[in-house]
């Protein structure tokens, strides 16, 4: 079952609807199988290094070569991802055969390299966007910008657009698996089977913090030095076992955040929904195991060029279809099409 929030005819309807594949329904096993049974598509990475205004930097994976008019889909990732995770490989190997350039950002510290400040990414790290949009609008002026974030990448995603306006410089935008609601997300993760997830994503993002601490520790200038000590007021990373313990004593206090309540509260990509005025489709589960049914949008908080496509079943960045012995992925196959259907190609 699919549920369209139409805003325009010119945005074609799906192929078909998504049917999840046979004996393959339930949400964590579409949930699991992109990470632990999929063969990651092989595909070249040119990468580039983009300098962000306070000194740190992201990293940019090119895949196709960019020309003058072809479109651009920047692609952002989940939490503890990378260019490397299945869905953005996935992604980028789908557009190449419409022909598309892709570039895939690794939020800060993401790429395989520690990033150089003591602040991370997080869910409401929207400047970097913003950063990132501007970069490449200016170095491809003319060509259709768009982009598509899953999960951490889509609330950052959608709330960039609700915070630009008119002004978001892309063409349009696919959101996927969207964490809505930090707050409710964090106790929905907490939570019957999703408490395996949590457990996976809190070794990931302590160690991504204890990495950080080991860089400025090898780092003998008085800047390193600097911010290791700004980093040693993050309370102990020791005992922690939830979300809501992380983000604040790691995430509130490294990213300005008064403590997490603020940082929820002002992160949370529902609360802009209803400025966005660039084209958006955004395609969400109800059976989502990172996400409570009630913390989904209803049609009322949409601005008029927002679509929502939700479907009864497709977990977490799942959307498995086609067969065990023969898979196929909705997201890969939906999103350009979606794209390509605005006007800029025909679908």
């Known amino acids: 079952m699919r549920t369209t929030v139409p805003f325009s005819a010119s945005h074609a309807l799906p192929l078909k609807s998504f049917t999840p594949a046979l004996g393959l329904g339930n949400p964590h096993v579409q949930t699991l199988w992109g990470p632990l049974w999929r063969t990651k ?22 895949h196709g ?25 996935g992604l980028q190997n789908a557009l190449a055969a419409r022909g598309w ?19 991370s990414y997080h869910s409401g790290a929207s400047e970097d966007l913003a950063e990132a949009v501007a970069h490449l609008r200016a170095s491809h002026p003319l060509a259709p910008l768009y982009a598509a974030g899953y999960s951490l990448g889509g609330n950052v995603l ?10 978001s ?19 929905r993760i907490g939570l019957g089977f999703s408490r395996v997830y949590q457990a996976h ?10 990495d950080k601490k080991r860089r400025f520790q090898l780092d003998s200038q ?53 400025a966005i005025q660039t084209p958006t489709l955004i395609i969400q589960s109800e059976d989502d195991p990172f996400v409570f049914r009630h913390s989904i949008p209803e049609a009322s908080e949409l601005s008029a060029c927002t679509q929502l496509e939700l479907h009864s ?16 992925y909705y997201l890969e196959r939906r999103i350009p099409q979606w794209l390509a259907a605005l006007g800029h190609e025909s679908a």
């Not at 040119?46 to 962000?52: D, G, K, N, V």
């Not at 306070?54 to 940019?60: A, I, P, Q, S």
């Not at 350039?101 to 602040?119: I, K």
């Open 41 to 62: 598509p092989a595909i070249e990475h040119r990468r580039e290094r983009l300098w962000l205004k306070d000194g740190d930097f992201l990293d940019l994976d090119w």
């Open 65 to 89: 070569t960019p020309s003058a008019h072809a479109p651009v889909v920047l692609v952002l990732h989940g939490l503890t991802g990378s260019s490397g995770s299945h869905y953005v490989l």
């Open 101 to 119: 350039t892709s570039v895939a950002l690794n939020w800060r510290g993401c790429s395989g390299e520690p990033n150089l400040l003591t602040r």
């Open 158 to 167: 959608l709330k960039y657009l609700g915070e630009s306006g008119p002004d």
């Open 169 to 187: 410089g892309l063409q349009g935008a696919v959101a996927v698996s969207v964490p809505f609601r930090l707050d409710q997300c964090a106790d």
């Open 201 to 210: 994503f809190m070794r990931e993002m302590l160690a991504y913090v204890k």
């Open 222 to 274: 008085h800047e390193g030095l600097a911010r290791l000590a700004q980093l040693g007021s993050v309370k102990a990373l020791s005992k922690m076992r939830t979300f809501w313990e992380f983000d604040d004593r790691v995430t509130a206090p490294l990213n300005g955040y008064l403590n997490v309540d603020d940082y929820y509260r002002r992160a949370s990509s529902r609360y802009f929904l209803g």
């Open 313 to 328: 079943k497709g977990g977490h960045v799942g959307f498995l279809e086609g067969s065990p012995g023969k898979p196929a």
